[in-house]
């Protein structure tokens, strides 16, 4: 009995050590499996991360252009230096040889030398020069990465519109940060190789896996476009002793920008050389009282409303004005005048009344029409929408100040959209500076097609606008200082006091002074604002910002061959201005005949000789035989003059003349 029942337990348990050791194999294969196919993947990338070291090389970035196709953002090869600290022996030895040709403390290249990382980089995009000196000295544990490096050839040009990339290939600021995506392309990788034990594993060669260049972005602005802006604004900024300075160039019927311009400027090829106060444009992120300039609305939206007409008389108290407390004030004393006179001489005690008849609700209304207190959309980061309270907070006081462009903000770039639309037959189209987004490869990846938004007023208000605004710039009116012979001009003053940021109050002495203008005010072509911030002495935005308008304009219209009808003074189109390496625009207007024009009393009136083909010498003697003042460029014989030969001496212009040596 007893060796029946051990048998039987002994049979038990080798049934159970034989379930046991079933179950544990299965146990075993189960995992086996798992990771041999299910966590197949995850563990290959998990071993490869632990035997191998990434380093990510950024990609080319795309070019940006300007209209034209000429470069205004590229990027260059040059060389980085790395290094591989557990293949140098005299790290000290070597830092003493590196550091005064990178240009950096000694402590610093012998911390990098002595990680405990396989790979470090000892500097970022150096110069040729430097890569040379260390490439001649063959230093083990030593190499090169070929990198791009961000290039602005046209140094302060446009450099608010275009902004900067960082060492990083990234884009900090304008169309670099708002298109970066489109632009930096797809990294590429270097790989440095470990053991198990987390050695290093060197191999003559670094592998890399090369990036792929970004799209390019072709712009709406035009380089000598912006170049004349620039240069006018420069001066005139100079001359006012102005703390800053904005211009924009829009066509009004497409929204393109052609020139935008901010001063203070900088060059994006050192940005970590200036402030943010060089830095920040304006044009887009700053919001201002526009003064004068908005009675431009205000003449649309009662015109439109036909609640007054162009001949329709106020009286304007003599040029002061008590309301609710406050008392406003005109610069010239008038008694009567009719609506279109109080445009003419800018009449704030006229705007007032106007905007009394029209009412709070229905001001406000056609003020958001116009597109105030919304940001237009156009593509460059850290647009502002301004500020404009909502009508049931206007009191009377209010009221007529916004009539005149106190108490409310507004961004320049959405004066001059909504100026455009007067321009365009009432039509407001949306501003942008991108045409298209093109491949290295030449292939088409978007294209931008004029953007209409709406239509504010009808064709008719804007003819009478138009009209209205045309005696802005005639003889006795504000704007008369940016009138050009030969073209008519709709445009618009202001001069508008600042808040003293201690006070609060208005101050007497800071204001902005402005001027903008569309032309040829019969078929426009192009609309320009002109801002000038704190000018000092004489203020008024018809003394200061007028004169701006007129240089830029005038050299724009020459360039852009845009002529008056018949009956008006024909003007000449030069062939395109190249930029030298100076920065100056070079101007080859073709070899006109020496001309005289003739009075009806036939008395001749001094021109503009023809100076082509002179040396300097011999264009000197002429010009103080007749009086000319004249500004020069370049050496050896004068190839180019502005303005051409044939035009009337104006003494109060510098002609300029631009020389070439004969090759």
Same mark, same amino acid.
């Given at each position: 009995?007893?060796?029946?029942?051990?048998?039987?337990?002994?049979?038990?348990?080798?049934?159970?050590? *034989?379930?046991?050791?079933?179950?544990?194999?299965?146990?075993?294969?189960?995992?086996?499996?798992?990771?041999?196919?299910?966590?197949?993947?995850?563990?290959?990338?998990?071993?490869?991360?632990?035997?191998?070291?990434?380093?990510?090389?950024?990609?080319?970035?795309?070019?940006?252009?300007?209209?034209?196709?000429?470069?205004?953002?590229?990027?260059?090869?040059?060389?980085?230096?790395? &290094?591989?600290?557990?293949?140098?022996?005299?790290?000290?030895?070597? &830092?003493?040889?590196?550091?005064?040709?990178?240009?950096?403390?000694?402590?610093?290249?012998?911390?990098?030398?002595?990680?405990?990382?396989?790979?470090?980089?000892?500097?970022?995009?150096?110069?040729?020069?430097?890569?040379?000196?260390?490439?001649?000295?063959?230093?083990?544990?030593?190499?090169?990465?070929?990198?791009?490096?961000?290039?602005?050839?046209?140094?302060?040009? &446009?450099? +608010?519109? $275009? @902004?900067?990339?960082?060492?990083?290939?990234?884009?900090?600021?304008?169309?670099?940060?708002?298109?970066?995506?489109?632009?930096?392309?797809?990294?590429?990788?270097?790989?440095?190789?470990?053991?198990?034990?987390?050695?290093?594993?060197?191999? +003559?060669?670094?592998?890399?896996?090369?990036?792929?260049?970004?799209?390019?972005?072709?712009?709406?602005?035009?380089?000598?476009?912006?170049?004349?802006?620039?240069?006018?604004?420069?001066?005139?900024?100079?001359?006012?002793?102005?703390?800053?300075?904005?211009?924009?160039?829009?066509?009004?019927?497409? @929204?393109?920008?052609?020139?935008?311009?901010?001063?203070?400027?900088?060059?994006?090829?050192?940005?970590?050389?200036?402030?943010?106060?060089?830095?920040?444009?304006?044009?887009?992120?700053?919001?201002?009282?526009?003064?004068?300039?908005?009675?431009?609305?205000?003449?649309?939206?009662?015109?439109?409303?036909?609640?007054?007409?162009?001949?329709?008389?106020?009286?304007?108290?003599?040029?002061?004005?008590?309301?609710?407390?406050?008392?406003?004030?005109? $610069?010239?004393?008038?008694?009567?005048?009719?609506?279109?006179?109080?445009?003419? !001489?800018?009449?704030?005690?006229?705007?007032?009344?106007?905007?009394?008849?029209?009412?709070?609700?229905?001001?406000?209304?056609?003020?958001?029409?116009?597109?105030?207190?919304?940001?237009?959309?156009?593509?460059?980061?850290?647009?502002?929408?301004?500020? *404009?309270?909502?009508?049931?907070?206007?009191?009377?006081?209010?009221?007529?100040?916004?009539?005149?462009?106190?108490?409310?903000?507004?961004?320049?770039?959405?004066?001059?959209?909504?100026?455009? %639309?007067?321009?365009?037959?009432?039509?407001?189209?949306?501003? !942008?500076?991108?045409?298209?987004?093109?491949?290295?490869? @030449?292939?088409?990846?978007?294209?931008?097609?004029?953007?209409?938004?709406?239509?504010?007023?009808?064709?008719?208000?804007?003819?009478?606008?138009?009209?209205?605004?045309?005696?802005?710039?005639?003889?006795?009116?504000?704007?008369?200082?940016?009138?050009?012979?030969?073209?008519?001009?709709?445009?618009?003053?202001?001069? %508008?006091?600042? $808040?003293?940021?201690?006070?609060?109050?208005?101050?007497?002495?800071?204001?902005?002074?402005?001027?903008?203008?569309?032309?040829?005010?019969?078929?426009?072509?192009?609309?320009?604002?002109?801002?000038?911030?704190?000018?000092?002495?004489?203020?008024?935005?018809?003394?200061?910002?007028?004169?701006?308008?007129?240089?830029?304009? +005038? +050299?724009?219209?020459?360039?852009?061959?845009?002529?008056?009808?018949? @009956?008006?003074?024909?003007?000449?189109?030069?062939?395109?201005?190249?930029?030298?390496?100076?920065?100056?625009?070079?101007?080859?207007?073709?070899?006109?005949?020496?001309?005289?024009l003739t009075s009806k009393k036939n008395t001749t009136v001094p021109t503009i000789p023809d100076f082509s083909g002179l040396s300097m010498r011999d264009v000197l003697t002429r010009a103080a035989q007749l009086d000319l003042s004249v500004e020069i460029s370049g050496s050896g014989t004068a190839i180019a003059q502005d303005p051409p030969p044939g035009d009337p001496i104006d003494y109060g212009r510098k002609c300029w003349i631009r020389f070439q040596p004969l090759s």
């Amino acid at each position: 009995m007893k060796k029946s029942s051990s048998k039987k337990w002994l049979q038990a348990r080798i049934a159970l050590i *034989l379930i046991f050791f079933t179950l544990l194999f299965g146990v075993i294969i189960g995992r086996a499996y798992q990771l041999q196919v299910i966590d197949r993947e995850m563990l290959t990338n998990l071993m490869v991360q632990q035997y191998l070291k990434y380093v990510d090389i950024p990609a080319k970035r795309g070019t940006i252009y300007d209209r034209k196709k000429e470069e205004l953002a590229l990027s260059i090869e040059v060389d980085s230096l790395y &290094a591989r600290p557990g293949k140098i022996h005299d790290k000290k030895g070597l &830092a003493k040889k590196l550091s005064p040709i990178l240009q950096v403390g000694y402590r610093f290249v012998l911390d990098k030398l002595t990680s405990d990382r396989p790979f470090v980089w000892l500097m970022r995009r150096i110069s040729p020069a430097q890569s040379q000196k260390i490439e001649d000295l063959q230093l083990e544990g030593i190499g090169f990465i070929e990198e791009s490096k961000r290039f602005y050839p046209n140094k302060e040009l &446009a450099s +608010h519109v $275009v @902004g900067f990339a960082g060492i990083d290939s990234k884009g900090l600021e304008g169309l670099e940060l708002a298109y970066d995506e489109y632009l930096r392309g797809k990294p590429g990788t270097i790989l440095v190789e470990r053991d198990a034990l987390g050695r290093n594993i060197y191999q +003559h060669n670094i592998k890399q896996i090369h990036a792929t260049k970004g799209h390019n972005l072709q712009l709406t602005i035009d380089n000598t476009v912006q170049y004349f802006v620039e240069k006018a604004l420069d001066d005139g900024v100079t001359k006012s002793k102005a703390q800053a300075g904005i211009a924009i160039v829009m066509v009004p019927q497409t @929204g393109e920008i052609l020139a935008l311009a901010v001063r203070p400027t900088f060059n994006p090829n050192n940005f970590w050389d200036f402030t943010p106060s060089h830095l920040r444009n304006r044009a887009v992120t700053d919001a201002y009282e526009p003064g004068s300039t908005f009675k431009v609305f205000l003449a649309s939206s009662v015109l439109e409303e036909g609640i007054t007409k162009p001949h329709d008389i106020f009286f304007c108290e003599n040029g002061s004005y008590p309301l609710d407390g406050r008392v406003i004030h005109d $610069v010239h004393e008038y008694a009567w005048l009719s609506f279109k006179n109080i445009i003419k !001489h800018s009449s704030n005690i006229g705007a007032c009344k106007i905007a009394e008849n029209l009412g709070r609700e229905k001001f406000y209304s056609y003020i958001r029409k116009f597109g105030f207190g919304s940001k237009t959309g156009i593509e460059l980061p850290g647009e502002t929408s301004g500020l *404009l309270k909502l009508p049931y907070r206007w009191s009377r006081v209010d009221l007529g100040n916004i009539s005149f462009g106190q108490g409310l903000s507004i961004s320049p770039i959405q004066l001059i959209t909504a100026f455009s %639309a007067i321009a365009n037959d009432g039509v407001m189209m949306k501003p !942008h500076l991108v045409k298209a987004i093109v491949n290295d490869q @030449g292939k088409m990846i978007e294209e931008f097609q004029p953007e209409e938004r709406e239509k504010i007023v009808s064709q008719r208000t804007a003819r009478q606008v138009t009209s209205m605004l045309e005696t802005v710039v005639e003889k006795g009116g504000t704007g008369e200082n940016a009138s050009i012979k030969g073209f008519s001009i709709a445009g618009k003053t202001g001069t %508008a006091q600042k $808040v003293d940021r201690n006070t609060k109050q208005y101050s007497q002495h800071k204001v902005s002074s402005s001027f903008m203008g569309f032309l040829p005010a019969d078929d426009p072509q192009l609309a320009l604002l002109i801002i000038v911030d704190e000018p000092r002495g004489v203020t008024y935005g018809g003394v200061v910002a007028a004169p701006i308008f007129k240089e830029a304009a +005038h +050299h724009i219209l020459r360039y852009l061959n845009i002529t008056p009808k018949k @009956g008006s003074m024909t003007m000449v189109k030069s062939t395109t201005p190249r930029r030298t390496s100076n920065d100056r625009a070079v101007i080859n207007p073709a070899h006109f005949k020496q001309a005289t024009l003739t009075s009806k009393k036939n008395t001749t009136v001094p021109t503009i000789p023809d100076f082509s083909g002179l040396s300097m010498r011999d264009v000197l003697t002429r010009a103080a035989q007749l009086d000319l003042s004249v500004e020069i460029s370049g050496s050896g014989t004068a190839i180019a003059q502005d303005p051409p030969p044939g035009d009337p001496i104006d003494y109060g212009r510098k002609c300029w003349i631009r020389f070439q040596p004969l090759s």
